[in-house]
């Protein structure tokens, strides 16, 4: 069995500089700017050619402005060496066709939902949603197109306070710019206890996310 690599381990391998990883070190991230559609093509074909001989399938997200890829241990989640094998691989073909890797179009996106009694809410999301249930407090796409749901589980009630927000997951050389815009949009920081893990900010009516870099 190979064995599973931290976020740190997985980023100072060599030749992975395009990448970044998210998502407690579940998924290995990159955006290449590639200008046109028949180039976005071109670059998915290549990157088909690195995961057939790889023996593992990426996620692959194609616009006419670029492709988003992510790697990821399938049902487990999780970065493997073959996955440094693979990133440098694909950052070597997107340099052969002239497409830039941009680190801040990078991000993973989370719903976290805070419940007291999580066994009751949670197949009411599962219902409305269609997601399968995952563990004891997950539900995901089956084809990873919308974001997760996450429960986190509750002590007392909390009057006046969403129990909806969204957990955006950010590369940690990015996580500064994406707060300070937030503050420069009239947002605030509510919480810096867990930083540099996340940050809690709100809107200016209160409603919160999580600017996260755990993992």
């Known amino acids: ?31 290449f700017a590639t200008g046109s559609y028949q180039a976005s093509l071109t670059l998915v074909q290549a990157i088909g050619e690195v995961a057939a001989i790889a023996g593992q399938d990426p996620d692959v997200d194609v616009r006419a402005e670029g492709v988003t890829v992510r790697l990821f241990t399938a049902g487990t989640y999780g970065l493997t060496d073959r996955h440094v094998l693979m990133a440098r691989q694909i950052s070597e073909a997107a340099r052969r066709l002239q497409a830039t890797a941009d680190p801040a179009a990078v991000q993973h996106v989370q719903v976290a939902i805070d419940a007291l009694d999580i066994a009751r809410v949670r197949p009411f999301w599962h219902a409305v ?11 995901l796409d089956v084809h990873r197109v919308g974001p997760p749901f996450w ?8 009057p006046q306070r969403n129990r909806i927000h969204i957990d955006i997951y950010l590369p940690d050389d990015q996580v500064q710019a994406r707060i300070a815009a937030a503050l420069a949009a009239g947002g605030s920081i509510v919480s810096d206890a867990h930083a540099p893990g996340w940050w809690t900010l709100a809107d200016p009516e209160g409603n919160e996310c999580d600017l996260a870099i755990w993992g």
């Open 129 to 139: 949603l269609g997601y399968p249930e995952v563990a004891d407090a997950d539900l």
């Open 1 to 31: 069995m190979t064995e599973r690599l931290s976020a740190a381990q997985f980023g100072e391998s060599g030749g992975v500089e395009d990448w970044r990883v998210l998502w407690g070190g579940g998924l290995a991230c990159a955006y």
């Open 151 to 158: 429960f986190q589980q509750m002590d007392t009630e909390r």
